[in-house]
């Protein structure tokens, strides 16, 4: 049956998490910016809430309600501050990768302090540069001994400075490029790993993006995650899920920008009127209402493709589509809400521009338009999916994780 | 639950349309487009096949008879059903839909304001059809007045047991070939809407003549009329809903307003339209292009082609949506206006990237002939049934405070 409607559970906890997110993140987006992250308060009430352990599966720890009702928590969440899932643990990368990557006793291992003591953990994916030599990463993970020995630098990774754990991605073997990377775990303190700087960024403020450096950092055969046999396939379905949380948040952010400026345009007053009874402004306020209803469904059809257990394929186009399209509504509606708010919408007095950069940056997290616009293609027309041309390598925009 | 599976029905409706589209109905579109006209025979067959489909999952009926009043306990599926067979039927060919014998767009406003004795007797001509097809037809644009439905100057004046009526009606789907036709009219231009009175004119009635039939874009196959009328007397009986219910001011107008839901139908049948251009671009890449290797022009081609399937796919859900709401009978104007708004712009835009996809070979009417097709066909569909620009003013009415008129 086609329904929109979701279930009793899901519309329960969506009002809680909307009534949290407009009373305790809204009012302190601007703080949360300011100190470039989530209060210890913020942090613990949505612990207490368990809000981040929605998708886990129970036999995890987690409370197992699937893909859909995590993006509805992400989307409500992220209409108080989109920035505050980013600094948040359990809301990141890391999460996704653990389920995607980890078989049975590392999801355990890597989970368990997630949930239990909100310690955060980090995706390192991104490297500043390509590999000018060969396709594939710079950063390698040699055989030593029992296990391996990675080297190299990592970039634009969310919460590197305060994350307890890793999933770090190196070149395993060089001569089979993309097809020849690694996942393995880290611990924050190993010797040799090295959390260098913290990213001065556009947006998401509460993020802490850092660099992580690794000079012979020594893991164990255990320690690499195989991703169930099919790593591309695993690390494909990672990303997408990730980007589809993040997806979430810009339909969040996209509603939230797009009610202040219709309440802006109702109230200001301009030639007699106020300006929202001008055709222009109203059908632009048209035009991006449909945007985002649409950004939103599409977002929820793709969770619940996957939750539905569609074709690996289908949810996968899924997700490209919504992914692509709620980041260039998000990016839309925040630009057109400064625009439509004038030289107040500039001001930092008016909320309406962190939500503009936050949007900007939202949209180099997990996977980007382009980068989601090849996926579907490659899919449209029954191609191999090969993670040299899909994954969001440093050879093509580099991304957030 | 949230969840986007169609029922059995409606899988078993778009199999059977999808596969009579592609064998059938296909093969006849360009013909049909170069005849002007979609032939009898076939319009029959269809017909007896689409009776045979009886019950909740008619989407013809839904779409020319409108919505029915429906308990609101007891959510229907029909408007979910419509939607689905009109995009497959669009996929198929263009003008089908709309050259479907039936009271096509008169329907509605029948259904909605009718007496029970005006929709025994107008509805009634259509219960066998088995040996005359038949059509109805709904008269409200004029030249002088198209969104702009208050500036209707086709006047109408009572004298005896009937009304006299003289104007002229433009752009009339099956206007020529119709039983009947809603016409509306005016009897004193400065009451605005309040003035409106439609009747239902039947063919034949002295006085009313069909005029030019009109020379299109696209939508070749289905006929567009003019119709005149010079003193024409219309039966008291024939006014629509009788003279009661246009004491009150509210009366007639508010009837009217529950016919919204045709709005996702013509957005789903835009759909169609834009998803067969889509996917035939798709089928020419798989075909003609070399993905694989890194040819930097390429990535521009797959990036359109990527953008058209998903504002395709924005544009269906949000019509699935508000189609999903006229069956809980949810109150559906800004939504059903949004999805006709965004799927003409994307169906548009999917017909429009197709050609420039497949390249040279796009615009060839003989290899290709049914992308220019579509191309013609498809631009109507931000134009009927209220433009894009009409839409966008129903949608800005809900969202902004206070906001009655421009």
Redesign the interface.
Known sequence: ???????ED?QLILGTVADFAKSALLPRARKFEAAREVSAEVRGAIQEMALGAAGVPESLGGQGLGL?TAVLINEELAYGDAAAPFGLPSFGPFTLAALELGDDAQQRALLEPLLGAAAFGAVAWSEAQPNRDQPGFVTVAKPAGDGFELSGEKSFVSNAAVAAQFVVFAQVDAAQGWNGIGAFIVKQGAKGLEVTGRHETLGLACANFGQVKLDRVAVGKADRLLGGGDFAAATIRFFAKYSLTIAARQVGLARSAFDLT?EY??MRKAFGK?I????AV??N???R???I???R??V??AA?SFD?KKDEKACLL?T???V??AHEVAMRTTDDAVQLHGGAGFMRDVIVEKMMRDARQMALSGMTT?Q???L???L????ALDPAVVLPTPETQSVFT | ???????GQ?RMLKDALSDMGKNVIRPQSLKWDREKNIDTEFLRTFYAMSQAMKGDANPMEDFQEGPKQRDPKKPS?AN?TAAIGAEELAWADASIMLCLPGAGLGGPPLRATGTPEQKERFFGIFRDMSKELRWGAYGLTEPGAGSDVAAIRTSCRKDGDAYVLNGRKCYITNGGRASWVVIFATVDPTQGRAGHRAFVVEQGTPGFFVGKIEEKMGLRANETAELVLEDCRVPIDNLLGGEEKYQTKEGFMTAMKTFDNTRPLVAAMAIGIGRAAYEYA?DF??DNYV??RPIPRY?AI??R???A???L???R??T??AV?MADHSIPNAK?AS?SK??AGQAAIRACYDAIEICGAHGTLSEDHALLEKWFRDIKVYDIFEGTG?IQ??V??KR?????KA?
Request: net charge negative.
């Open positions: 049956m086609i329904s929109f409607e979701p279930s899901q859909l219709r345009c109702d106020p929202g009874h001008f055709q109203a059908f306020l048209a035009d209402h449909m945007d209803e649409s950004a469904e599409l929820r059809r619940w539905a899924a490209a589509q919504a692509a399209h382009a989601m616009d090849q579907a293609v490659l449209l027309t029954d191609q | 639950m949230y969840e986007l599976e169609l029922n409606q599926q979910r798709c890449v798989r993905l694989s990535a797959a990036e082609l990527a953008r399937g998903r504002q796919e924005a544009a859900i949000l699935w949506k999903w939504e949004m708004a965004l620009q966008r003013i949608i800005s969202l902004m405070t206070g906001l421009f």
